[in-house]
């Protein structure tokens, strides 16, 4: 078990780290997170739905993503409430107030049911918590940390993140609120981001292992973010600057912004620099605007016509810019949306951007799937893989703006670019992850601005993420002892 004294210690990329280092251990092994909170999410192939985040830690294991690693996953709406996915399906949204009332009984139910297929299938579980498991207000109905270790009777590390200061504390405390049964299962300290003189900590050390009896077992040095953490918060750490950069795209940081782990194929291109805008800022001229996936449609459109950036991204659009629209801002760039049921709050209808001619009907059945197609657009004959989540259905409804636009790839419900191919919209998630789709859409941009093509013949992004999975582990094993643990 994996938990730590605070929300991004870096649970989530320890967790990763070790289901890597113990594959190539040569044991077969599983990540696991009982319940996870987030808008990042990845449809296995069964269709379900989990977090992101345990997709990349199946990966690093070198297994495919199960729902069953993530039994509940919480998608916050942004009003009190949240959709619960259970299992990998979703099965309606509570509040707040009224979740562990409602949901506590059959979220630990089905907790205990996937731990145990789990355990039948694999040789070791790396589980992860969430937050901290001292919240002494939250303990009682904790689903996610402590209670998951004591079933599985879990030697545990505790990870604190040194960089923000208060370490020591941290862990202090964090073993002080814990009951006697729980910290006897906290069997190592990882001391996380540390920039320092490892000669200068070491007196610190020495005092915590005598005051608390558990030993060190892992400092971290602090490695730049390589995988997205769980939820937005971490945009705001990025660094959008590259020194030989010759393309800078604007993603809109919308505020329930959805699937943002879309770019990062786009932001390891050498080439390129990925800017998060807040819809009050100023768009300025960038080579494209991209309008991300959300999970709630209607309500983060209204915050982009009441900021004004509505407005300037029509503005960008009608003098020649390239627009490209995910999930739900491809619902966004069309003429209308409406929420017949509510799904998403007030019953309406909406204007959109009027930059496709399309309308969506928000329903109450959820399309989740994996998929596969060829492309249309930019260069035709392009295989695409990716991955469907949204509550709506776009479609053309007046055959005479038909010719306005053509279909993105062989299957015309997945998207559309517009006769100028300057304004783009998909339902495909992961479409950056195509490397050849990903360098002829980024070509068409260099293009615009008299810049050489690149080769287009590049690997996915799956083949750079496993190059990636490895130096993490490889960077981490040095610093960390799990003979404890194993």
Same mark, same amino acid.
């Given at each position: 078990?994996?938990?730590?004294?605070?929300?991004?210690?870096? =649970?989530? #990329?320890?967790?990763?780290?070790?289901? /890597?280092?113990?594959?190539? /251990?040569?044991?077969?092994?599983?990540?696991?997170?009982?319940?996870?909170?987030?808008?990042?999410? %990845?449809?296995?192939?069964?269709?379900?739905?989990?977090?992101?985040?345990? @997709?990349?830690?199946?990966?690093?294991?070198?297994?495919?993503?199960?729902?069953?690693?993530?039994?509940?996953?919480?998608?916050?709406?942004?009003?009190?409430?949240?959709?619960?996915?259970?299992?990998? =399906?979703?099965?309606?949204?509570?509040?707040?107030?009224?979740?562990?009332?409602?949901?506590?009984?059959?979220?630990?139910?089905?907790? =205990?049911?996937?731990?145990? %297929?789990?355990?039948?299938?694999?040789?070791?579980?790396?589980?992860?918590?969430?937050?901290?498991?001292?919240?002494?207000?939250? =303990?009682?109905?904790?689903?996610?940390?402590?209670?998951?270790?004591?079933?599985?009777?879990?030697?545990?590390?505790?990870?604190?993140?040194?960089?923000?200061? +208060?370490?020591?504390?941290? !862990?202090?405390?964090?073993?002080? #609120?814990?009951?006697?049964?729980?910290?006897?299962?906290?069997?190592?300290? !990882?001391?996380?981001?540390?920039?320092?003189?490892?000669?200068?900590?070491?007196?610190?050390? *020495?005092?915590?292992?005598?005051?608390?009896?558990?030993?060190?077992?892992?400092?971290?040095? %602090?490695?730049?973010?390589?995988?997205?953490?769980?939820?937005?918060?971490?945009?705001?750490?990025?660094?959008?600057?590259?020194?030989?950069?010759?393309?800078?795209?604007?993603?809109?940081?919308?505020?329930?912004?959805?699937?943002?782990?879309?770019?990062?194929?786009?932001?390891?291109?050498?080439?390129?620099?990925?800017? %998060?805008?807040?819809?009050? &800022?100023?768009?300025?001229?960038?080579?494209?605007?991209?309008?991300?996936?959300?999970?709630?449609?209607?309500?983060?459109?209204?915050?982009?016509? *009441?900021?004004?950036? @509505?407005? @300037?991204?029509?503005?960008? @659009?009608?003098?020649?810019?390239?627009?490209?629209?995910?999930?739900?801002?491809? &619902?966004?760039?069309?003429?209308?949306?409406?929420?017949?049921?509510?799904?998403? +709050?007030?019953?309406?209808?909406?204007?959109?951007?009027?930059?496709?001619?399309?309308?969506?009907?928000?329903?109450?059945?959820?399309?989740?799937?994996?998929?596969?197609?060829?492309?249309?657009?930019?260069?035709?004959?392009?295989?695409?893989? $990716?991955?469907?989540?949204?509550? +709506?259905?776009?479609?053309?409804?007046?055959?005479?703006?038909?010719?306005?636009?053509?279909? #993105?790839?062989?299957?015309?419900?997945?998207?559309?670019?517009?006769?100028?191919?300057?304004?783009? $919209?998909?339902?495909?998630?992961?479409?950056?992850?195509?490397?050849?789709?990903?360098?002829?859409?980024?070509?068409?941009?260099?293009?615009?601005? +008299?810049? *050489?093509?690149?080769?287009? $013949?590049?690997?996915?992004?799956?083949?750079?993420?496993?190059?990636?999975?490895?130096?993490?582990?490889?960077?981490?094993?040095?610093? #960390?002892?799990?003979?404890?643990?194993?």
């Amino acid at each position: 078990m994996v938990v730590g004294t605070t929300s991004h210690a870096g =649970k989530s #990329l320890i967790t990763t780290a070790i289901c /890597r280092i113990l594959s190539r /251990r040569g044991w077969r092994v599983s990540p696991f997170k009982g319940q996870n909170m987030a808008l990042n999410a %990845y449809v296995t192939a069964s269709g379900g739905e989990i977090g992101y985040a345990q @997709a990349v830690q199946a990966w690093a294991a070198g297994i495919p993503p199960l729902v069953e690693m993530n039994p509940i996953l919480l998608k916050p709406q942004g009003d009190m409430t949240s959709q619960i996915i259970l299992k990998g =399906k979703a099965i309606g949204k509570v509040s707040a107030s009224d979740y562990y009332e409602q949901y506590f009984d059959i979220g630990w139910q089905t907790i =205990k049911e996937c731990l145990q %297929y789990l355990s039948t299938e694999f040789d070791a579980l790396v589980c992860e918590g969430a937050g901290s498991p001292a919240e002494i207000n939250l =303990k009682h109905k904790d689903l996610t940390n402590m209670r998951v270790a004591k079933h599985l009777n879990a030697p545990t590390l505790l990870v604190v993140d040194i960089d923000r200061g +208060g370490a020591f504390a941290h !862990v202090i405390g964090t073993l002080e #609120l814990l009951d006697p049964d729980e910290r006897a299962l906290i069997k190592g300290v !990882v001391i996380n981001k540390f920039r320092g003189q490892r000669s200068i900590l070491e007196p610190g050390i *020495k005092w915590l292992e005598e005051r608390t009896g558990i030993p060190v077992v892992g400092v971290i040095p %602090y490695l730049e973010q390589v995988f997205p953490a769980e939820d937005s918060l971490d945009l705001l750490e990025r660094k959008p600057t590259k020194a030989n950069s010759e393309l800078n795209i604007a993603v809109i940081r919308l505020p329930r912004i959805a699937n943002f782990t879309d770019f990062d194929p786009l932001e390891s291109e050498p080439s390129v620099t990925v800017k %998060y805008l807040h819809p009050k &800022q100023s768009l300025g001229h960038p080579d494209a605007v991209i309008i991300p996936g959300t999970k709630t449609t209607i309500a983060d459109l209204i915050t982009l016509q *009441k900021s004004g950036m @509505a407005e @300037a991204i029509q503005n960008y @659009a009608a003098s020649g810019g390239t627009v490209l629209g995910i999930c739900g801002g491809f &619902q966004m760039l069309g003429q209308s949306i409406a929420d017949p049921e509510g799904m998403e +709050g007030q019953v309406g209808k909406y204007p959109g951007l009027s930059l496709l001619p399309i309308k969506t009907v928000i329903t109450g059945q959820k399309t989740a799937r994996q998929r596969q197609v060829t492309s249309n657009y930019p260069q035709a004959g392009l295989p695409v893989t $990716g991955f469907e989540i949204h509550q +709506g259905r776009s479609r053309i409804e007046n055959p005479a703006d038909q010719k306005f636009c053509q279909p #993105l790839f062989d299957d015309a419900n997945l998207g559309l670019v517009d006769s100028c191919q300057s304004v783009w $919209g998909t339902y495909l998630h992961g479409i950056f992850d195509n490397g050849p789709w990903r360098r002829a859409w980024v070509n068409r941009l260099r293009q615009q601005r +008299g810049l *050489k093509s690149l080769p287009t $013949g590049v690997a996915n992004y799956k083949e750079q993420r496993e190059q990636m999975l490895d130096s993490l582990a490889t960077q981490i094993e040095e610093h #960390l002892d799990l003979t404890p643990f194993i």
